[in-house]
């Protein structure tokens, strides 16, 4: 049985990982390779690690911080930020990643989603969108709006639309992550998650608000996720993904145990 | 050891070569050097992506090279693409005949409400006797990426269930292949390369 997997996440900013609140006040973490060889070893099913303040001359950084991440993972490793062209992309499945994301680049350029799936495969495509609630929307969730640079910049794009875009063009995954409910610890976004979800038919990662283990397992049920993305929950020695995933068995949800 | 990766310009190798190094094999690729294969004391054929990209192996005349050494009994496995390249072929690139050692075809999952790609952490039943899986306990799991699969026959060595059963990998003598990623799939996955690294004519560790 197919069973739903615990992402770590690590966001990254010039080689550390760091945790902020709602994309705003960044705290050190730690080591990229140390937390996500520590998260894999803990039983998380897979790893992401995000450059959240991507730059040009950070560019070497990352793949240095990629290649010796990846070095002894044997988990998924996905990698994203500031991939821009499928050369970029290149480069970082060079240094050992597994999948990329890609978030503005992609709805500046869609093509991009096209060009990295032709070259790699749609299953080393992982497209990324960061939504917001729109009420003035006529359908706030469905109609959330997307926006870009780390959450920085309004796109005009409706989530549901814009997900279902990516998957013709050749998205192996989404990764979802809501706005509203980033770093706050209080829950996912179900309603958000589950319209997203129902509207493709690639597998869809929640992110953004994770703090208990009844919120998985609610994005998991009511939010028809197929995986779920957790940065704060593991960090600070709160939790491991192996003692959520005993808990989430308990609670009937399908997870990779022992791990 | 002299591992073989071919690389036939489907998607990303280094995963499979650093879990190849990891486990002390000494892993050399080729994307068309004959005398490689030629040479090999084992035959790795990875791949992610698309069916119609193994036509590669054809151009390059790897294809033969390949189907020689594996009648001279060096252990090969297929991971993922490279293992559904062993059947006759696959309905996502109908014109792009495979190797034909397995006579059925892959085919796409069936229409269900189920997501596809089949992306994750799935499990194996595990068929008694196979050699690659020996050591796979009931209830651990492997990761698995993919659309297409291999029909489920009695060369199977283990059959995974999403929507329907398939093969999630196959054995025949020195012919293996997998259809999730050992090179993913922790230490699962590095136990089961370990015992393609170990393998021998005689059966003996």
């Known amino acids: 049985m197919i069973t739903k997997r615990i992402i770590a996440c690590l966001d990254v900013h ?9 994309f705003v006040d960044l705290v050190d973490a730690g080591d990229p390779a140390t937390q ?3 998260h894999a070893r803990e039983g998380a099913d897979e790893i992401v690690l995000l450059d959240i303040t991507a730059t040009h001359e950070g560019r070497a950084t990352l793949l240095d ?9 044997f988990v998924p490793f996905c990698v994203g930020g500031g991939i821009r062209t499928a050369d970029d992309a290149a480069q970082v499945f060079e240094a050992g990643a597994d999948k990329v994301s890609v978030n503005s680049a992609a709805l500046k350029d869609p093509t991009l989603i096209d060009a990295i799936g032709r070259s790699f495969g749609a299953q080393a495509v992982v497209v990324a969108i960061d939504a917001r609630r729109d009420p003035k929307a006529s359908d706030p969730v469905r109609d959330a709006e997307v926006f870009v640079q780390g959450g920085r910049k309004p796109t005009g794009r409706r989530v549901v639309e814009w997900a279902r875009e990516a998957e013709q063009r ?9 706005m509203d409910s980033d770093g706050t610890r209080a829950g996912f976004d179900c309603e958000l998650t589950a319209a997203v979800s129902e509207s493709v038919g690639i597998p ?40 959520l995933k005993e808990e989430l068995a308990k609670a009937g949800v399908s997870v990779r145990l022992p791990c | 050891m002299r591992v073989t990766v071919i690389d036939y310009k489907a998607g990303n190798l280094t995963s499979v070569l650093k879990a ?3 486990l002390g094999a000494e892993p050399e690729v080729t994307d068309g050097n004959l005398s490689l294969v030629e040479a090999a004391e084992r035959i790795v054929l990875p791949g992610v992506g698309h069916f119609a990209a193994t036509e590669r192996l054809d151009a390059t005349g790897l294809t033969p090279a390949i189907r020689a050494a594996i009648a001279r009994g060096v252990p090969f496995l297929g991971i993922c693409v490279g293992m559904q390249w062993l059947y006759a072929g696959s309905s996502e690139a109908p014109q792009q005949p495979g190797l034909g050692h397995f006579k059925e075809s892959c085919t796409h999952f069936a229409e269900s409400t189920e997501k596809v790609p089949h992306v994750g952490w799935n499990s194996l039943e595990v068929r008694k006797g196979s050699r690659l899986l020996a050591g796979v306990e009931p209830g651990e799991y492997v990761y698995f990426t993919h659309s297409y699969k291999g029909p489920v026959t009695n060369d199977m060595a283990a059959v995974t269930y999403y929507i329907e059963p398939f093969a999630a990998a196959v054995e025949r003598g020195n012919l293996m292949g997998v259809q999730f990623h050992p090179e993913k799939s922790g230490a699962t996955g590095l136990k089961i390369l370990r015992n393609f690294l170990s393998w021998n004519a005689e059966g003996t560790e």
């Open chain 2, 20 to 22: 190849l190094r990891h």
């Open chain 1, 36 to 38: 996500a060889a520590r």
């Open chain 1, 14 to 22: 010039g080689g550390r990982v760091v945790k902020g609140v709602q």
């Open chain 1, 65 to 73: 911080t990629v290649r010796r991440t990846a070095r002894e993972l």
């Open chain 1, 170 to 178: 050749g998205a192996g995954e989404i990764l979802l992550t809501s």
């Open chain 1, 204 to 243: 869809v990662i929640a992110s953004g608000g994770a703090g208990t283990v009844e919120h998985f397992a609610d994005v998991f049920g009511r939010g028809k996720a197929d995986a779920a993305l957790a940065a704060s929950i593991f960090h600070f020695g709160v939790s491991s993904a192996r003692s």
